[in-house]
């Protein structure tokens, strides 16, 4: 049997290069004046479901939800041997917590159903909360394993899988279709394949298009679009107009938990003692945490 | 009690019978949010034979336990958890719910979340109670959900204004386990659980369990390492340090990514929150969220060859230095002073 997989990946700060004026006076994120990155955890998540599309066969879609230079993270799932892939992007689910953000992904998986598998990373590494996933799933009524290490098998509508715990691990056997969250150690994401990048560096979404099309009087976008979705180079956008979404349960609205205030830390002057890196300077520390009867 | 009583509510997560060590804290610190609110602690208990545990929470002042026991509950399995779970919250409507930052609490609280549209912060380091005025509105007695956010140099307060439930995950460690002297005399409340077949869509067929080897909680002494080690090789030395000193070895997130030491063994946020006698910082710059899970150590030695470094802020001795030089320095000293 083959299995029909949808990824979620997701754009993220690279908050290993954090400067500063990157949080807005409401508390959330500035993300334009961040460099950002392919989220790590998900990126494994796509190879997962590439090795299972190439052991068993089937399609791998991809979905994001994010803003509109998000189609960057899509191009670089094509490349790595992705199907397809889909952008969800609105103004209106702007500033959305996991709540709300699972909300609106969970309405785009119904709309892209159906599928076998939804494959995620664990948790991104902008918020580490891990909570999209399994809100996603429980959202749609799947099953969820999260944690999985590696996908054991798969034999009809039964997947094993293993999976972290506490203290060791699990082997767990689950009926399609459900929810994976994939963990760091899982597998070795690919390299884009050289062909790949040549065939799919010019897929767009509709916005890229009209931009491409702008100052041009002999470019008609719909001309344009047909083009691309005939060549397999068009990444839909699907907009709060294309799902069915309560507006009320989106953005930042639709966000239970609200970011009441930001401090920022300033350390105070350091009150601390300054030993010398000395062997004498070593001598003394040692005294002194005798003194603290810490050592002796 | 009365119907209009606010109840704090901890979920307990127990292996087989012992119950997580997170959760006592926060039992602890539940109950010190009941308080405030002059509301209830209660406990959630979901598994099998857990009369025991269940009187254990007592000791931790929880006033009621909701107690959820059966042959099929044994071992924590996300869908019939969840569906007990996010059942008692619809029932029961409590002001709060607090869940460890496990991989249980992490893979059971969104989806109890979701599915009552509840708030919900993970890993945080503070929970506090307070009136809070939000967009020109007033709101009495919410939960502060507290925790270092983006990129490390800021501390965000979450609110949850609207949302009759709050809810929050708070790591191992975060919060101090407190017994009560005398127990409180608290009752069972058995809730009932009828197996059905969709609680079995995904079955446990293997179990592999290791009680873990480190306890950095109960070391009197942390040597830790940061990405400043620069390599897993110059990590080792901390081994050393820490064989000679009689100490545990720890890690930030950062040294944890970059494969220098496991993730078990990492102090922070995101990690494990730690009280030693004495806490050796090496090649520790000392972000916030590295800092929320060390900085109540009793003595802090920071070694960094950067002097502006946060973590000097933080410490009682700094050392601006190499630390492959300072280490055997010290490692020298301890020997010829104390052997």
Redesign the interface.
Known sequence: MSYHSIVMVKQVPDTANISGQVMKPDGTVNRSKLPTIFNPEDKVALELALQLRDRYGGTVRVLTMGPLKASDLLRDCLYMGADEAFLVSDRKFAGADTLATSYVLAEALRKLGPYDIIFAGRQAIDGDTAQVGPQTAEKLGLPQITYAEAILEAQGPQITVKRKVDHGFEILEGTLPLLITVVKDAATPRPFRAKRVMAYKNAHTLLELEKMTEGNSLLYVDQLKEEYVSKGLFIPTLTADDLDVDLSRCGLGGSPTKVHKIESVVLGGSAHETIPATRDGMYALIDKLMEDHIFG | MNENTQKVWVFIEQ?EGVP?DVSLELLSKGRKLAESLNGELQAVLIGHDLQALAAETFRYGAREVLLADHPQLAHYN??PY?RIMSELVDRHQPRIVLFGG???G??L???V???T???????CTDLQIAD?T?LRKDYSQLL??IR????????????????PVQMATVREGVMEKIPLAQPVDGRITPVPYSPSAADQ????????????KVNLKAAP?IVAGGYGMGNWQNFQILYELARV?GGEVAGTR?AVDAGFIDQVRQVGQ?GVTVRP??YIACGISGA?QHRAGMCDS??I???NDDPDA?I???????????VM??IP??I???K???K
């Open positions: 292996h997580a996300t869908l969840s496990t991989f249980i992490r893979d609280a969104p989806r979340a979701s599915h549209r509840s708030g919900l912060t993970a890993d809070v939000y502060l959900q270092p956010a983006f990129g490390g140099n800021i501390i965000a307060t979450i609110i949850c204004p609207d949302s869509l995904v079955r446990i067929i293997a179990r592999h369990h290791e009680e873990s002494i000193i950062a995101t006698k004495l916030i009793n003595k030695i920071a070694v946060p000097f802020g933080v410490c009682h001795y700094g050392i601006v230095g190499d030089e300072v320095k010290l020298d000293a301890y010829h002073k104390l």
